[in-house]
């Protein structure tokens, strides 16, 4: 079984801080990792993705995530937070193959500061 | 090129009644999957459709219930509406081959269902 484990459930940074929300993951294999964002009153838009290939992944509005087998990590981080950054981001599992779903974490409400 | 289309966006229903929800996928997508997002549970999966064959299934009762035609589109319809059931329902639509999963998940931006 495949779970995500996202520590707190909001974060608030200041504009111009650094953002890092973390994810841990459980998998007994290999597993695909995802960030998602939502917006209020909409679906889930995809940041990033790790498939195996570079362990250091960068995503869309100059997010970055790291996968680290070793922490069974996969923590999400911008260097510089906008306002149009506050959001609600998940972090989500799925194993390969055919028959793969998404297992989400709570999810993490991000609060920016002017 | 369009994104996933959820129909409606938003839905009140009664108790007892049932609802039909409507998602269709990226142009060339053949896979199709269902999620229920509700604060206190968070977002879990429903089921997936892929060649108008259920192929995964979450742990949802079967007043819960699914189908895909043969352009894709996947409907779902839960019968029986409880209070509970109140919900945003997310759609996501991928390639559905093996390697699916390695261009991700598009999802739609879901049907609000109140349940009163």
């Known amino acids: 079984a495949q779970s995500v484990t996202q520590l707190g459930s909001h974060v608030s940074v200041s504009e111009g801080a650094l953002v890092l929300l973390r994810c841990n993951y459980s998998?007994?294999?290999?597993?695909?990792l995802f960030w998602y964002v939502q917006y209020p009153n909409q679906g889930l838009q995809l940041l990033l993705k790790y498939t195996s290939a570079a362990t250091l992944v960068k995503g869309i509005n100059g997010f970055e995530a790291e996968f680290k087998k070793s922490e069974t990590s996969f923590h999400l981080t911008k260097p510089s937070a906008h306002m149009s950054d506050a959001a609600e981001y998940f972090c989500a599992v799925s194993r390969t193959g055919a028959n793969s779903k998404l297992t989400f974490g709570k999810g993490i409400t991000l609060s920016v500061r002017p | 090129k369009a994104g996933v289309t959820q129909t409606p966006r938003y839905l009140i229903k009664t108790r007892g009644q049932q609802v039909t929800l409507s998602c269709s996928p990226i142009?060339?997508?053949?896979?199709v999957s269902w999620y229920q997002q509700t604060p206190g549970q968070g977002l879990q999966f429903l089921f997936e459709?892929?060649?108008?064959?259920?192929?995964n299934k979450g742990n949802f009762p079967g007043r819960f219930s699914g189908r895909q035609f043969s352009n894709s589109r996947s409907e779902m319809n839960v019968s029986t509406l409880e209070l509970g059931d109140s919900a945003l329902y997310l759609c996501?639509?991928?390639?559905?081959?093996?390697?699916?999963?390695?261009?991700?998940?598009?999802f739609g931006s879901g049907t609000r269902l109140t349940v009163v």
């Open positions: 998998s007994s294999v290999p597993p695909y």
């Open positions: 996501a639509s991928s390639l559905g081959q093996a390697q699916s999963t390695n261009y991700g998940y598009t």
């Open positions: 142009s060339g997508h053949r896979s």
């Open positions: 459709y892929f060649s108008e064959t259920q192929r």
